[in-house]
């Protein structure tokens, strides 16, 4: 199965392609970042990050999306912009044709570390062990959407169907 993880985000969006074996072993196909400029306005952000999904998905033609819940966040100034961002990926996905699973912050953390309030640098370390300690971004984004992915893997029943 292919799996395509991504942190959502109007300044950057983290991405993955995460290979799931029949064993459950992971192989890491590809990771990056959409980043969009903050001297552009908005609606040229969100088609920058649509259009460049939809040739991500294109080129690694991934099966089943896994994408980050907007649950809490501190900041009032950001989540506006990011709720935006999510809403063009989700319509990437859909357009796609992909099974899309949604997990929040917290689901992530406890299927990756056993804990639910887990550090960035906690998650960082998990990722590198299911992967085999092989390299891996050190950009938070990118990470982030590799932790997605791998949450999506072992929760694949939790997905909706579709």
């Known amino acids: 199965m292919r799996i395509i993880g991504i942190d ?3 300044a950057i969006v983290g991405y993955s392609i995460l290979d799931v074996a029949d064993d459950g072993n992971f ?13 552009d306005p908005e609606p040229k952000r969100l088609l920058e990050i649509y ?9 690694f033609n ?21 709720s935006q961002a999510r809403g063009v990926i989700i319509l990437a996905l859909e357009q796609a044709g992909l099974k899309i699973c949604e997990f929040t912050p917290i689901e992530i953390k406890q299927s990756l570390t056993g804990y ?15 992967l085999n300690n092989c390299k891996i971004s050190k950009l938070d984004d990118t990470v982030d959407s ?17």
Do not use: W
Not at 27 to 39: A, D, P, R, Y
Not at 64 to 80: C, G, P, R, Y
Not at 116 to 130: I, W, Y
């Open 8 to 10: 959502p985000g109007m």
């Open 27 to 39: 192989c890491l196909v590809s990771s990056g970042s959409i980043q969009t400029s903050s001297k």
């Open 51 to 59: 259009n460049d999904l939809k040739t991500i998905i294109t080129k």
């Open 62 to 82: 991934p099966e089943t999306a896994s994408i980050e819940k907007l649950f809490f966040f501190k900041n009032q100034k950001t989540v506006m912009p990011v």
């Open 116 to 130: 639910g309030r887990a550090t960035k640098d906690e998650v960082a370390k998990l990722v590198k062990v299911c």
């Open 146 to 162: 590799i932790a997605i992915a791998i949450c999506c893997a072992r929760n694949i029943n939790l997905c909706k169907s579709q």
